[in-house]
């Protein structure tokens, strides 16, 4: 894939960029391991500082970053708005708390003296030059959820962003520069994919974190490995949405609906498969279909819009594929299944795709294993609480999991079986800097954000002190 910006609300490329070579490669990598070097030695303060001073840019550049994003990849411009919120809230959250997140921790006296020691603790320190190899669906936030952490805890950041977000990746690298962040400390590469393998066997860098597809995680991870590096993966999910006969139907559909097309259904964490008792699903389902049939598709920019383009034209085909697949098995579509009709001729070459719900999925569909990555929901009937676990973790992703239902002994029936990274009650499924992010299974591994996620990218040191002679120890 070309390193360009296109529009695709109508297919236009806007602005194309050239690969960096060997040369300016080298020339990063270099920057990054001196700047490391420098930065591990500053102290929280500092870097809490900078950070601040990031999260302030941010804010005052939100609406033209925000109208960036929407251009390159689609999003609608609110969505794109609050994305660029989230980011600011997070860097001042990891400001505010890595000093505490990162504090010595120091082990009982007992087991201080049970180990032969006077003194005892357990230190964190940064591990040097991190990869960050990052989607283009949430193109911001996937990023500062990993600068933000990696930077407080004294690591260096080394960006290769998708091919299609490229001002947005340049952007990043800015405005951590302009923060007054040394010089190396986060640099954007514009690179291929071919060129991380290289990268990431650099003896400089230290560690990768990739938030992507699933081969593109197994390659980065099958890299890191030969090459004894730590890496932290989170890749596609299939979350399942369980409606239980005590949930308060009506805002089930309605919060479904946001659950299922947020980021015009291109998210990880989207609710894909809606799992609904039998006894409320045809409640569920009528109340659900009559949403999702009535958002508006149009421009991205339009501040009336609900969904947007998908952002490449592969993914809207992937989408049909999925679709055009479970309908010639036999599933019915209650409402979408197509390109949209008579869109403005300015969005004609657009790569958009109707909200569409999905019934009578069986298991030889493509899409009953496979993540649809856009606007498309399919809905299954269960018979009881066996049946909605069961089903919820026939899927080989296990990244979150949404959850309705008022009785608490099915709550933690639901907390203990289902096989997933979150479980979100009464609720959607959504990252917060004060939580742990990630999943299990072919979601990945490791987390991102809380305590969690910037311990990651640390070195776990123990320190430990003799103890005296003849002090009894």
């Not at 938030?211 to 999910?237: C, F, H, M, N, W």
């Amino acid at each position: 894939m070309p390193i360009a910006t296109v529009n695709p609300a109508n297919g236009e490329t806007l602005k194309t960029f050239d690969e960096l070579d060997a040369g300016q490669i080298e020339q990063r990598l270099a920057a990054a391991h001196a700047a490391f070097r420098s930065h591990r030695t500053t102290g929280f303060a500092e870097r809490a500082r900078l950070l601040d001073r990031a999260a302030d840019l941010l804010d005052q550049d939100r609406d033209d970053i925000a109208r960036t994003m929407t251009l390159e990849m689609g999003k609608p411009i609110a969505a794109a708005r609050a994305e660029a919120a989230k980011c600011a809230k997070a860097m001042r959250w990891y400001a505010r708390n890595a000093e505490r997140l990162l504090a010595d921790e120091h082990p009982s006296q007992d087991d201080v003296e049970d180990a032969g020691a006077s003194r005892a603790r357990v230190h964190y320190r940064p591990l040097g030059v991190v990869l960050a190899v990052m989607p283009w669906n949430f193109p911001l936030w996937q990023v500062v959820r990993f600068a933000a952490p990696a930077l407080m805890a004294g690591n260096a950041g080394l960006l290769k962003h998708a091919s299609n977000v490229p001002q947005t990746a340049l952007y990043l690298g800015d405005l951590f520069r302009r923060a007054g962040f040394p010089e190396g400390v986060f640099q954007t590469l514009l690179v291929s994919s071919r060129a991380v393998e290289g990268i990431l066997r650099d003896p400089r860098i230290a560690a990768a974190t990739l938030t992507g597809s699933e081969p593109a995680g197994r390659a980065v991870a099958a890299v890191a490995g030969d090459e004894v590096k730590k890496t932290v993966l989170e890749l596609g999910g299939s979350d399942p949405f369980v409606v239980m006969p005590s949930a308060d139907v009506e805002r089930a559909a309605a919060v479904a609906v946001t659950a299922r097309v947020q980021n015009n259904g291109q998210s990880c964490i989207a609710a894909k498969r809606f799992l609904v008792h039998a006894d409320v699903h045809e409640e569920f389902t009528r109340a659900f279909t009559a949403r999702m049939a009535a958002l508006t598709v149009g421009d991205p920019l339009s501040e009336s819009t609900d969904v947007g383009p998908l952002a490449t034209e592969q993914g809207r085909a992937d989408v049909e594929e999925l679709v055009e697949d479970a309908l010639g098995r036999g599933a019915t579509a209650l409402c979408g299944g197509r390109r949209p009709q008579g869109l403005p001729d300015g969005l004609a070459r657009g790569w958009f795709f109707e909200p569409t719900v999905l019934t009578g999925i069986t298991p030889e569909m493509r899409i009953h294993r496979e993540e649809a990555f856009g606007p498309v929901a399919t809905v299954y009937r269960v018979r009881d609480l066996d049946d909605a676990v069961e089903l919820a973790n026939d899927t080989p992703f296990g990244l979150s999991s949404n959850v309705w239902t008022r009785d608490e002994a099915e709550q933690e029936r639901f907390v203990r079986d289902i096989e997933a990274g979150g479980v979100f009650f009464n609720g959607m499924t959504a990252s917060h800097p004060a939580l742990p992010f990630g999943g299990v299974k072919r979601s990945g591994y490791g987390r991102e954000l809380s305590g969690h996620g910037i311990r990651e990218f640390c070195n776990t040191t123990t320190v430990w002190h003799a103890a005296e002679p003849g002090n009894g120890a």
